[in-house]
Every structure is written in structure tokens, then in C-alpha cells.
């Protein structure tokens, strides 16, 4: 489809480990996001990417998160590391325009045991 | 967000009556209001947004309302129907792009 795609819908993983979440946003939109969702919360803003360089990252927690998107399309959200309190749906958007519509991926549901 | 305060956090009414939920801003520098619908499972999605430079703006059942005095915005929703319920959201763009957290809006048949 044309939507924003997001690998895996869901991860399982154990404290400790590396996990890579991966976002297919719209072809053509330059600005892209991670949002972070916990249990009956709104979506938590960690990156906004501008083409190819992370034009706002202030929302990173803390070092262990880190995301890329080196040819300006697919983006990549990478922890290390991982704690339990990371376990969360992880929500990618993409947008035409940094003030516009943001179109929303379904999340990648991580939970670290 | 820090930025923008949300109420109610839920709120339930019979199939056919309205509901409005309110997002409180402190600081000026956004020019675009949005509102998001998610539905259990899925992404968040614009349902209706409007510009500082505009008042009101209808689409169908749904109206934002923008008052830039007070810094609050509201989603109106009339004649709700039960595929109304889900989470709302607004959000608010100031350097980093704010969501508020939250109303679970539930409509019985």
C-alpha cells in the first residue's frame, strides 16, 4: 500500500538486548518522526528527521536510543541495551510538509521482559 | 505533552448527543491545530485541523473551534455514532510537536 509501513509489528525481546525498529514512511514525504506510546498515553515525541539529518532529536530518553535515515526514505530507530521501562508501542509518521498532516504507521509493539 | 493540557481524559454519551473535548496551550508560536482519532491498534490519524488564521472550520459532524485570546482549541463532534468511539488527540507544534494526552471517547447505542 501506500501508507507508512513499520517492521516488526511486534518484538519480544530480553533486558539487555539490541533491537532495531524500522519505518517505510510515504514516498516523496521529507519529514519523518518517532513518536513512543505507553499504555493510555499520547504519543511522545523522540526524533523529527528532515531529509537525511535529524532536525530535532531532543526527545531521545537518553544515549541508548539513536535512530538514522541515510538516503532521506526509511528510518531506522535502534536501543541498546534495552530495559523494561523501553517497552512501548513505537510510532513512525511521515509528512509532506514540517508544519502539515502527519500520516501514522499501525507501531511496532516492543516489549522487553 | 508539557505544552498543551487535554480534557477530559474520557467521556461517554448516548448515541446522537455531541461531545466536545478542549486542549489548553501556553505558549503562542503555533499557527496550525490538528486533532488525531486512534483507533485500538492503529496509528493515530487526522481527522480535522485548522490554521491560526481562521476561527471555526466544519467538516460534516466534526468542527474545530480556535480561540488564539484564551490559547484553546476544541473538537466538536455532533450527532456521535458508535464508530465515533476511540482516542482523541490534538496536538500543538511548538519546536517539538506536542500531543496532549488523551481523551477516550465512548459512544453507547
Known amino acids: 500500500g501506500a501508507g507508512v509501513s513499520q517492521t516488526p509489528s511486534n518484538k519480544v525481546t530480553e533486558k539487555g538486548k539490541y533491537v532495531e525498529l524500522r519505518c517505510d514512511p510515504i514516498s516523496g514525504h521529507t519529514a519523518l518522526y518517532w513518536y513512543r506510546q505507553s499504555l493510555g498515553q499520547g504519543p511522545e515525541f523522540l526524533i523529527y528527521f528532515q531529509g537525511t539529518g535529524a532536525a530535532d532529536d531532543s526527545g531521545l530518553p537518553n544515549d541508548r536510543f539513536f535512530a538514522v535515515r541515510p538516503e532521506g526514505s526509511v528510518s531506522t530507530l535502534k536501543i541498546q541495551r534495552t530495559e523494561r521501562g523501553d517497552s512501548a508501542v513505537y510510532l513512525c509518521?511521515?509528512?509532506?510538509?514540517?508544519?502539515?498532516?502527519?500520516?501514522f504507521g499501525e507501531g511496532s509493539r516492543l516489549t522487553v521482559l | 505533552g508539557e505544552n498543551v493540557e487535554q480534557h477530559p481524559s474520557t467521556l461517554s454519551v448516548q448515541e446522537g448527543d455531541s461531545a466536545v473535548i478542549k486542549c489548553t496551550y501556553s505558549?503562542?508560536?503555533?499557527?496550525?491545530f490538528p486533532w488525531y482519532k486512534q483507533e485500538l491498534g492503529k496509528g493515530p490519524q487526522l481527522i480535522i485541523d485548522?490554521?491560526?488564521?481562521?476561527g471555526e472550520k466544519k467538516d460534516q459532524r466534526i468542527a474545530v473551534t480556535l480561540n488564539k485570546t484564551a490559547k484553546h482549541f476544541s473538537l466538536h463532534i455532533t450527532e456521535t455514532q458508535p464508530e465515533d468511539s476511540a482516542v482523541y488527540f490534538c496536538q500543538y507544534n511548538f519546536n517539538k510537536f506536542y500531543f496532549g494526552s488523551g481523551t477516550k471517547l465512548n459512544v453507547k447505542p
Open positions: 485548522i490554521r491560526s488564521n481562521v
Open positions: 505558549d503562542s508560536a503555533s499557527n496550525y
Open positions: 509518521a511521515s509528512s509532506l510538509l514540517s508544519t502539515g498532516e502527519l500520516f
